[in-house]
């Protein structure tokens, strides 16, 4: 209780913060202005007056604070300011209460500026995910109000202590494209797939040494065929489970509308002989007749370029371009990716990754654990990730929806990750 006291004292007398501009006798006073809040992530004293610095209406829990700023204009007398903090349930997380503005007698302020900091980084708000308001108050009327998002950031690249033991017979396929040799590229695939592999050994128990990772120039067509035709048949059986990440480029055959995975060397004018069938591709997986095959694809084949906004082959349109599905047959094998054939997979500039890739991680870290009975399903996995993508997608002005496959009605849950303590 004492710490919560400090705490309030903290905020009302550091954290509320009131400047204006020298004073001018009144002889015939201009109308009172207050202009709208204005939030930004920072702040700065310019001539006796707050300057917000990278004003924003997103926030992450990693930001320090949110500062809201107010300017008054031809301000005159004595008036109450009070700042409410909403949170994304509707309740008050905060109020200053009533703080006293007032100017000398016979005088008005022409400008005047207040500011007040609501604490993220390290304190309660960082946790609670979702949309915002302040609201400014002058003489108990509300005067403005303005909503923000805080979107709660988890440190993904930092592991818990204890490893998951190595399963032997377990295999994963790591692939992460962020340069091609001819085409746009993918920010964050790179390191999008190096981290994917940390989680693969770490987390989900598969051996260093059974990691097949392919990154940037070592993904091409003929390596990425070598690897499922011929070296992953000699070295697992039906009690291994493989795990497959791919982040790159996807695009369709612009007649056909047929999807593929584009390596590093794919050319978009013959996709059909550089680049690999996504139906081949599940096919050769299928072939590989392993226990389990677990496949994350943060890729698109709408034509676009993956995390960008640019086509991938020149002059198509994308409302031009038709793009098939593709059915995965086999009881053995799920497939989640990043979006629909006719959406574009997103990267999450914020957290340096993809979209996709970001908050499959942090399903697999115990967010997706719904049940909480310490594991996390296939289910679960994609329900978080749907649910999660869509609506940072939306805050974007965006639309991606995960898609899984075979569909949910006819796929058997299963466990996939146990929770570790972070």
Not at 6 to 17: M, R
Not at 333 to 341: D, F, L, N, Q
Request: glycine share 6%; net charge negative; hydrophobic share 40%.
């Amino acid at each position: 209780m004492k710490l919560k006291r400090v705490l309030v004292i903290c905020i009302s007398v550091i954290f509320f913060t009131i400047a204006c501009s020298s004073a001018k006798h009144v002889e015939k006073k201009p109308p009172s202005r207050f202009s709208g809040i204005t939030l930004s992530k920072d702040i700065e004293q310019k001539d006796s007056l707050g300057v917000p610095i990278e004003p924003t209406t997103s926030f992450t829990s990693l930001d320090k604070e949110v500062v809201a700023h107010l300017k008054f204009e031809n301000l005159a007398g004595k008036h109450l300011l009070r700042w409410d903090w909403i949170d994304p349930d509707g309740n008050l997380y905060y109020s200053t209460g009533d703080y006293p503005v007032k100017t000398s007698q016979g005088k008005y302020l022409i400008q005047a500026t207040a500011w007040h900091r609501l604490s993220i980084m390290g304190d309660l708000a960082a946790q609670q995910d979702g949309q915002w308001a302040v609201k400014a108050f002058v003489d108990n009327e509300l005067i403005d109000s303005k909503n923000f998002v805080i979107t709660s950031l988890q440190d993904i690249d930092k592991f818990p202590e204890a490893v998951q033991r190595p399963y032997p017979k377990d295999w994963a396929i790591v692939i992460g494209i962020e340069e091609y040799a001819s085409l746009p590229s993918v920010d964050y695939a790179r390191r999008d797939a190096l981290i994917v592999k940390e989680y693969f050994t770490k987390m989900m128990g598969v051996p260093e040494e059974n990691v097949i990772m392919l990154i940037d120039g070592e993904a091409t067509k003929a390596t990425l065929e070598g690897y499922l035709k011929q070296y992953l048949p000699a070295n697992v059986d039906k009690d291994t489970t493989l795990y497959v990440y791919y982040a790159g480029h996807g695009a369709p055959d612009m007649e056909k509308g047929e999807p593929y995975l584009v390596p590093h060397d794919g050319n978009m004018r013959f996709i059909a002989q550089t680049s690999y069938r996504l139906k081949n591709f599940y096919n050769d997986l299928d072939n590989l007749n392993v226990g389990r095959t677990y496949i994350f694809m943060d890729s698109c084949f709408s034509g676009v370029a993956s995390r960008a906004s640019e086509m991938l082959a020149k002059g198509a349109r994308p409302a031009l371009v038709h793009v098939e599905g593709v059915s995965i047959d086999a009881n053995n094998i799920v497939a989640i990716s990043a979006a629909t054939s006719a959406q574009v997979s997103n990267s999450y500039p914020e957290t340096e990754h993809g979209l996709f890739t970001y908050y499959l991680l942090k399903a697999l870290r115990g967010d997706a654990d719904e049940n909480e009975d310490d594991w996390v399903s296939i289910k679960e996995t994609y329900a978080y990730i749907k649910k999660n993508v869509t609506r940072v997608a939306r805050r974007m002005g965006l639309e991606q929806t995960p898609v899984i496959t075979p569909s949910l009605e006819s796929l058997k849950d299963q466990s996939i990750i146990r929770v570790m303590d972070n």
